[in-house]
């Protein structure tokens, strides 16, 4: 092993942007239909490379995350209550976004009991004024 490997090169994160906002959402699910979702994403940061993440999708559906970001990239572990077979079924995915700009987030996702043929996509715009629509969020 090469000594003058030095973990801080790999790891630097003085150059994380923080992704902090309320976002405006557009998406489409895993599944062959695309079928297309639309809400809001709130992510606080945590930490210098920590988040947690609140969904509200079609003003009905809450989700919720944690993740950690590193300079353009945020990954985000997420949960939410749904059905499964007319059963209460806790859903668990993950959701991997390139920040492209300081206001644009484009992301692909996947969940467990997703269509594996497929992914979801996501796209989040930050919003200017998130308290407009904090009674959705």
């Known amino acids: ?5 030095q973990k801080n090169n790999l790891f630097n994160l003085s150059s ?30 945590t930490s210098k490379n920590r988040v947690n993440a609140i969904w509200t999708i079609s003003g009905i559906q809450t989700q919720t995350g944690k993740g950690f970001f590193k300079e353009d ?11 499964l077979r007319n059963r ?9 976004y390139k920040l492209i700009n300081e206001n644009i987030l484009d ?12 992914l979801g996509f996501e796209e989040g715009r930050r919003m200017t004024n998130p308290a407009i629509d904090g009674n959705k969020l």
């Not at 092993?1 to 490997?5: E, G, Q, V, W």
């Not at 990239?73 to 059905?83: K, M, T």
């Not at 969940?111 to 497929?118: I, L, P, V």
């Open 73 to 83: 990239i945020l990954v985000i572990n997420f949960a939410y209550l749904g059905e």
């Open 88 to 96: 209460p079924k806790t859903f668990k995915g993950v959701v991997v």
């Open 107 to 118: 992301g692909f996702w996947s969940e467990k009991y997703g269509d594996d043929n497929y």
């Open 1 to 5: 092993m090469n000594r003058s490997f």
């Open 16 to 45: 994380i942007r923080n992704p902090e906002g309320t976002y405006e959402i557009i998406g489409y699910n895993q599944d062959k239909e695309q079928s297309g979702y639309t809400g809001y994403l709130k992510l606080i940061a």
